[in-house]
């Protein structure tokens, strides 16, 4: 079993920057890919970026894609996502999650990650 915990979050104005970690127990890390998720209120909860178990390939929605960076650190068992120029459209809670297969493409689909943390809230205002 896979425990992601998120931190990182909070409030930042407009063209801020912040970044969120994500630290995993439990399994073997460095064989999931793992994804960044965002659920906004009202909305559905959308792909935001994710990465492969390798580090190798990274995919980011086109909305935060030049913004926001994702990368890991195998050895640490954390993944991070660095967002910048943030904009009050990325106002949401941000969740990670572990993909177990070890796949060689970025999952952009929900039910693809088996593992997700609590979340972490992200407030741009304007």
């Known amino acids: 079993q896979v425990q992601l915990v998120e931190s990182g979050g909070g409030l930042v104005q407009a063209g801020g920057s912040l970044r969120l970690s994500c630290a995993a127990s439990g399994g073997t890390f460095s064989m999931y890919a793992m994804g960044w998720f965002r659920q906004a209120p009202g909305k559905e909860r959308e792909f935001v970026a994710g990465i492969t178990w390798s580090g190798g390939s990274t995919y980011y929605a086109g909305s935060v894609k030049g913004r926001f960076t994702i990368s890991r650190d195998n050895a640490k068992k954390t993944v991070y996502l660095q967002m910048n120029s943030l904009k009050p459209e990325d106002t949401a809670l941000y969740y990670c999650?572990?993909?177990?297969?070890?796949?060689?493409?970025?999952?952009?689909?929900?039910?693809?990650?088996?593992?997700w943390g609590q979340g972490t809230q992200v407030t741009v205002s304007s």
């Open positions: 999650a572990a993909d177990p297969r070890l796949s060689t493409v970025v999952a952009v689909m929900a039910p693809r990650y088996d593992y």
